[in-house]
């Protein structure tokens, strides 16, 4: 069975920093690229940040430069360093693969406080 399972979530003061990680187990994801999504109550989906199989990084406006998404292929695992919080930062952020079928993690909930 494939899971993507996140961690790393948690409460921070707005200008703080958090980093999440997201385990794959099942199978192996170092030929397909990962991506950081982020839902927050009322609101779409939005792509976070995505990540190559070669390390090629993309983000949304948003996040750019203060945010760092990363892998560990020998661990199956990858991060995302989030810095210089905002409180609409707030969502739940959810780990995705693409590998024919999609995977989803079920979300790590951050809350960035003022």
């Known amino acids: 069975q494939v899971q993507l399972v996140e961690s790393g979530g948690g409460l921070v003061q707005a200008g703080g920093s958090l980093r999440l990680s997201c385990a794959a187990s099942?199978?192996?994801?170092?030929?397909?690229?990962m991506a950081w999504y982020r839902q927050s109550p009322g609101k779409q989906r939005e792509l976070v940040a995505v990540?190559?199989?070669?390390?090629?990084?993309t983000y949304a406006d948003s996040v750019k430069g203060r945010f760092t998404i990363s892998r560990d292929n020998a661990k199956n695992t990858v991060y995302l360093q989030m810095n210089s919080l905002k409180p609409e930062d707030t969502a739940v952020y959810l780990c995705?693969?693409?590998?024919?079928?999609?995977?989803w993690g079920q979300g790590t909930q951050v809350t960035v406080s003022s």
């Open positions: 995705h693969a693409r590998a024919g079928l999609l995977y």
């Open positions: 990540i190559g199989s070669g390390g090629t990084t």
């Open positions: 099942g199978r192996s994801f170092s030929s397909n690229a």
